[in-house]
C-alpha cells in the first residue's frame, strides 16, 4: 500500500485498535489473537491498528512485537488494512517500523517517544528519521511528551512524502484547529483520545470527522452504530448513547490511571471474547467494577 492509499484508508470510516491477547502466564496468545481479529474485521473498521495504544505496544517486549503484526497482517489479508503501532526510542521505532513494513503492514502509527521532555528540533528529527527508514505511510500520534505545533508538522510534511496522517490525543481545540488550519488535506486526521467517541462530533464540526473507537473492541455494532450516528449528524442517537452508556462507562475508566486499556480488556471479556490479563503497569478492573461495566453492556442488546 502505497503511503497516499494509507491516507485514504485513514480518510474516512471508523478505525480501531484491538487489544492484544496475552495467556494466564501473561505471554502472547498467537492464536487468540487471531480469533479477535476474525471476529472483528467483518464489522467495518477501515483499519485496524495491531500493538497500538490499547493493543499495550508500551508493554511487550523482544520478538512479541513481529509475532503481533505477522499474526495481523496474515489474518486480516484481503479483509481490512493493519496499521502496525511503533514507538519509544528512536532506534527502536525504527526497528519496529521496518520490521512491520518487511511483514506486510500497511503504515505505522508512530507512538511517542520515550520519558523525556523534548524540544520541536528533536521532535522534527526523531519523526523525520523514522519516516525515512521506510516507503509505506506514516501517522504521527500527537499525544502525552510527543506534541507538535502546526510549524513542526510542516517542516515534516516537506520533508517526508510519506508522513500522510496526524493523530491527535490531546483534545486541544486550539491546536488541532490551528494543525488543521495550517496543513489542510496535506494529511488524513484521526480524532484518537481515549473512548473517542466522546469527542466525535466536536472534531467532525472543525473538519476532522474521522476517529478511532477502543470500545469497538467489545461492542462493534455500538460502536458503528455511533460512527453512522456521527456521520449522519444523528444527534438523538448520539446523545442516546452518550447518555446510556459512555458517561457511566467513563466513571468507571476514569478511576484509575491506565483503566482506558484495562477496560477495553474487561469489556471483551465480557462479551465473551477475553484477551487475558492487562500486562503491568496498568491494573486489571476489579470485580465490582467488571459488574458495573457488565450491566451497561447488557442493556445495549446483542452486538
Ligand atoms: O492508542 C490507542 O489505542 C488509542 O488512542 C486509540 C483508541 O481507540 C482511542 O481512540 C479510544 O480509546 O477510543
Same mark, same amino acid.
Given at each position: 500500500?502505497?503511503?497516499?492509499?494509507?491516507?485514504?484508508?485513514?480518510?474516512?470510516?471508523?478505525?480501531?485498535?484491538?487489544?492484544?491477547?496475552?495467556?494466564?502466564?501473561?505471554?502472547?496468545?498467537?492464536?487468540?489473537?487471531?480469533?479477535?481479529?476474525?471476529?472483528?474485521?467483518?464489522?467495518?473498521?477501515?483499519?485496524?491498528?495491531?500493538?497500538?495504544?490499547? %493493543?499495550?505496544? #508500551?508493554?511487550?517486549? =523482544?520478538?512479541?512485537?513481529?509475532?503481533? +503484526?505477522?499474526? @495481523?497482517?496474515?489474518?486480516?489479508? /484481503?479483509?481490512?488494512?493493519?496499521?502496525?503501532?511503533?514507538?519509544?526510542?528512536?532506534?527502536?521505532?525504527?526497528?519496529?517500523?521496518?520490521?512491520?513494513?518487511?511483514?506486510?503492514?500497511?503504515?505505522?502509527?508512530?507512538?511517542?517517544?520515550?520519558?523525556?521532555?523534548?524540544?520541536?528540533?528533536?521532535?522534527?528529527?526523531?519523526?523525520?528519521?523514522?519516516?525515512?527508514?521506510?516507503?509505506?505511510?506514516?501517522?504521527?500520534?500527537?499525544?502525552?511528551?510527543?506534541?507538535?505545533?502546526?510549524?513542526?508538522?510542516?517542516?515534516?510534511?516537506?520533508?517526508?512524502?510519506?508522513?500522510?496522517?496526524?493523530?491527535?490525543?490531546?483534545?486541544?481545540?486550539?491546536?488541532?484547529?490551528?494543525?488543521?488550519?495550517?496543513? %489542510?488535506?496535506? #494529511?488524513?486526521?484521526? =480524532?484518537?483520545?481515549?473512548?473517542?467517541? +466522546?469527542?466525535? @462530533?466536536?472534531?467532525?464540526?472543525? /473538519?476532522?470527522?474521522?476517529?478511532?473507537?477502543?470500545?469497538?473492541?467489545?461492542?462493534?455494532?455500538?460502536?458503528?452504530?455511533?460512527?453512522?450516528?456521527?456521520?449522519?449528524?444523528?444527534?438523538?442517537?448520539?446523545?442516546?448513547?452518550?447518555?446510556?452508556?459512555?458517561?457511566?462507562?467513563?466513571?468507571?475508566?476514569?478511576?484509575?490511571?491506565?483503566?482506558?486499556?484495562?477496560?477495553?480488556?474487561?469489556?471483551?471479556?465480557?462479551?465473551?471474547?477475553?484477551?487475558?490479563?492487562?500486562?503491568?503497569?496498568?491494573?486489571?478492573?476489579?470485580?465490582?467494577?467488571?459488574?458495573?461495566?457488565?450491566?451497561?453492556?447488557?442493556?445495549?442488546?446483542?452486538?
Amino acid at each position: 500500500m502505497t503511503p497516499q492509499d494509507l491516507k485514504d484508508v485513514m480518510s474516512s470510516g471508523l478505525l480501531s485498535f484491538p487489544v492484544t491477547d496475552f495467556d494466564s502466564n501473561g505471554d502472547f496468545n498467537a492464536k487468540g489473537y487471531a480469533a479477535r481479529l476474525e471476529w472483528l474485521a467483518p464489522y467495518g473498521a477501515s483499519a485496524l491498528f495491531a500493538a497500538g495504544g490499547t %493493543g499495550e505496544y #508500551f508493554s511487550l517486549y =523482544g520478538e512479541e512485537y513481529g509475532q503481533i +503484526i505477522k499474526t @495481523a497482517v496474515d489474518t486480516c489479508r /484481503g479483509k481490512v488494512p493493519i496499521i502496525a503501532g511503533a514507538g519509544g526510542p528512536t532506534r527502536t521505532a525504527i526497528a519496529h517500523a521496518q520490521e512491520a513494513e518487511r511483514l506486510g503492514a500497511h503504515g505505522i502509527l508512530l507512538l511517542p517517544h520515550y520519558l523525556t521532555e523534548a524540544g520541536q528540533e528533536g521532535l522534527i528529527a526523531h519523526v523525520e528519521q523514522v519516516c525515512k527508514s521506510v516507503k509505506f505511510g506514516v501517522i504521527v500520534y500527537n499525544r502525552d511528551r510527543t506534541r507538535f505545533t502546526p510549524e513542526s508538522l510542516a517542516i515534516l510534511a516537506e520533508r517526508c512524502p510519506n508522513l500522510v496522517g496526524f493523530k491527535d490525543g490531546m483534545g486541544n481545540i486550539e491546536t488541532m484547529s490551528s494543525i488543521f488550519m495550517k496543513m %489542510g488535506d496535506r #494529511f488524513a486526521y484521526l =480524532g484518537g483520545l481515549p473512548t473517542a467517541e +466522546i469527542y466525535a @462530533a466536536a472534531y467532525k464540526a472543525l /473538519g476532522t470527522p474521522v476517529y478511532s473507537s477502543a470500545v469497538f473492541n467489545f461492542i462493534p455494532k455500538t460502536a458503528m452504530d455511533f460512527y453512522e450516528a456521527v456521520r449522519t449528524d444523528d444527534m438523538a442517537t448520539q446523545h442516546k448513547l452518550l447518555k446510556e452508556f459512555f458517561m457511566p462507562y467513563l466513571k468507571i475508566r476514569n478511576r484509575v490511571e491506565g483503566y482506558g486499556v484495562s477496560i477495553i480488556k474487561a469489556g471483551a471479556k465480557l462479551v465473551g471474547h477475553g484477551a487475558g490479563p492487562v500486562r503491568a503497569p496498568l491494573t486489571d478492573l476489579k470485580p465490582s467494577e467488571m459488574e458495573e461495566l457488565k450491566a451497561l453492556i447488557d442493556k445495549l442488546g446483542p452486538q
